[in-house]
């Protein structure tokens, strides 16, 4: 077994938080009605139902072979109620809403097979695909059928990252204890064979990283597996932090990890592809922890896609007034903030529960900090074995800034966040932003979360990004999304110029 340790330049380690996952696993109770996402509407979705048709459990219910998408299934028995459009953090989406029936059945995945060695490799990416799995992942699983941006014999790199880079992260037990690491291994061996030219890497934090030896006693041994021991600070998750820690790959700007031939999962998407595969269960569950001290118990539910936030929050909450809680999905400091009736997608890991705290703290500024983070180490909290809370309270007003340097140090992208900010807020933006690297920042917050003065650090660069672009001082082009590959063509051409 070869074991890597691994460095992070910056970020920040979160340690003695209240409100964690417990490692109990719950199957929550069927809710009478599933709000399922299919997708952006600017996609011009066009479900294969209609209001009033009756639909299976595992029944595709949207699928579109043209575009860089994978098939869309009922998570339950039931009946199509409407086809709606609903708001998201990030824009408008289509949704199925489905009156559910409960049942312990669903439409198995057509070519399933346990002995999926036997199939040819086309084949083998057909059942991915079909499945829904193929949608897994920061950037979707390459596989013949438009699922990514790229195709499977591309693919140079297989990252399985689980760094406990978060505030609250799920329980690796809950995938890999009993057999789970067997399934796990298969799921790793099922994605080798589709992509047999990549290596794979596996990353956990050296907190956990018991793991590494429960793992290698299960995978094959032809599988070109390395193991990296990170440390547990934020955000070691993301993918440009991963690419340069595990690969040494400075992601540009915009870049993901798809467009480097990288492709980046989390230990239950892996998992999930063994079900597919060898077990014929399309995309229809997601197991997700609960965190955050507003919530009075915090296991690990399976639930059905299209469970919304109320549904799985309700009897399970110490306020009961729920305009005094966020829900923060995934991540506490770059996680989108979810409304009750929000729907749990495929890629959710973590729903977080924060009080909502509008004023301040009496006499904040006096008091010892049993209970308070500060990266600073002002408090009490950082030599006492006390848990630490959260909320959504500044405790404090913006003040001018102090350059402390903090923000320097936490810096993942090695940017001058304290240099940078000023020019979005005098409105003083030009070329000189750009060349201090703002479209390096990869929307951490982290400089925002240890500023002494309170100043939205990372809110100002992101603005800044947006004006820059808007004021073509880059042109967009320059910059890419999954869905978009002139930056790769570009830098390809620069490189063969060379």
Known sequence: MKVINEKISGGYGFKQFKGQPSNELVVLKLPEQLVVPLGRVELGIKPLVRSGDSVKAGQIIWQDDESITSPVHSPVDGVIESVQKMDSPNGQISVLKISSTASDE??????????????????????????????????????????????????????????????????LSIFLGDDGAKYFAEGLSILSKIMDKADIHIAISNNTS???????????????VTYHRVKPKYPQNHDSVLL????????????????????????????????????????????????????????HLRIKIGTTV???????????DTKDI???????????????????????????????KRGQDLMFFAKPGFKKDSYSNTFLAKILPFKKSTNTNLNGEQRACLSCGFCQNVCPAGILPNILFPYVERDRLDETAVQYGIFKCIDCNLCTYVCTAKIPIAAYLKEGKKKLLEDAYVKEADFITSYNLIGVIKEQTNEAAE
């Not at 438009?146 to 591309?154: D, F, G, Q, Y």
């Not at 077990?279 to 915090?298: H, M, Y």
């Not at 799985?312 to 306020?319: F, H, M, P, V, Y």
């Not at 829900?327 to 909502?356: Q, R, W």
């Open 310 to 320: 109320s549904q799985i929050a309700q009897g399970r909450l110490s306020l009961d």
């Open 106 to 171: 669903y439409e198995k995945v057509p070519g399933f097979t346990s002995e999926w060695k036997k199939l040819a490799n086309n084949e083998l990416e057909k059942v991915i695909y079909l499945s829904g799995t193929s949608a897994l992942g920061s950037d979707g699983i390459p596989t013949s059928y438009k699922s990514s941006v790229i195709k499977p014999a591309e693919v140079q790199h297989i990252i399985i990252h689980a760094a406990d880079a978060e505030v609250y992260n799920p329980d």
């Open 244 to 299: 340069k820690t595990v690969l040494g790959i400075d992601l540009p700007a915009a870049y993901k990890g798809i467009n480097k031939g990288v492709v980046i999962l989390g230990i239950q998407d892996v998992y999930q592809i063994y079900e597919a595969v060898c077990l014929g269960k399309p995309l229809i569950e997601r197991v997700i922890a609960l965190g955050g001290p507003v919530f009075t118990d915090r296991p």
């Open 326 to 356: 966020r829900f923060i999905h995934d991540s506490l400091l770059s996680g989108e903030t979810f409304e009750l009736e929000s729907p749990i997608g495929k890629n959710s890991d973590v729903l977080i529960a924060l009080e909502e």
């Open 210 to 224: 018991t793991w590494f030896q429960v793992i290698d006693n299960t995978v094959d041994d032809d599988l070109p």
